[in-house]
Nanobody, 122 residues
C-alpha cells in the first residue's frame, strides 16, 4: 500500500506558475511509475504527465507539453509537477498516482492522492 499526498495547489494568474508536490509514504516509491492527472468539474479524469520508475522516460499530454515538467526525487519519496505559462483551462483538481507501468489511462494506476485544487484566473 502506498499513500500519496499532494500539495502546492492554489490560485495563480494566467501566465503564472505553480509547483505541485506528491509525497509518498513508502521507500518503495522508486519502484513505481508516477503520474499526474487532472479532473475539471463535470469531466473525466485526464492524463497530464507520467515518469518511468528510473526517470528515464517522461510523457506529457499535448495540452501541457512545453509548459509543464514532471520530475521525481526518489531520495525524498516525492514527485513534482512544475506548471509554467498557466492558462485558465488548466483549472482543475490535480491528482498524483502510482502504478506498475507508464500509461495514459487512469484505470491502470493503483494508488491515488486526494487531489489538490489549481485555479487559474484570466
Amino acid at each position: 500500500q502506498v499513500q500519496l499526498v499532494e500539495s502546492g495547489g492554489g490560485l495563480a494568474q494566467a501566465g503564472g506558475s505553480l509547483r505541485l508536490s506528491c509525497a509518498a509514504s513508502r521507500r518503495t516509491f522508486s519502484t513505481y511509475t508516477m503520474g499526474w492527472f487532472l479532473q475539471a468539474p463535470g469531466k473525466e479524469r485526464d492524463f497530464v504527465a507520467a515518469m518511468s520508475r528510473n526517470g528515464d522516460f517522461t510523457y506529457y499530454s499535448d495540452s501541457v507539453k512545453g509548459r509543464f515538467t514532471i520530475s521525481r526525487d526518489d531520495a525524498k519519496n516525492t514527485m513534482y509537477l512544475q506548471m509554467n505559462s498557466l492558462k485558465p483551462e488548466d483549472t482543475a483538481i490535480y491528482y498524483c498516482a502510482a502504478g506498475p507501468r507508464v500509461t495514459y489511462y487512469y484505470v491502470d494506476y493503483d494508488y491515488w492522492g486526494q487531489g489538490t485544487q489549481v485555479t487559474v484566473s484570466s
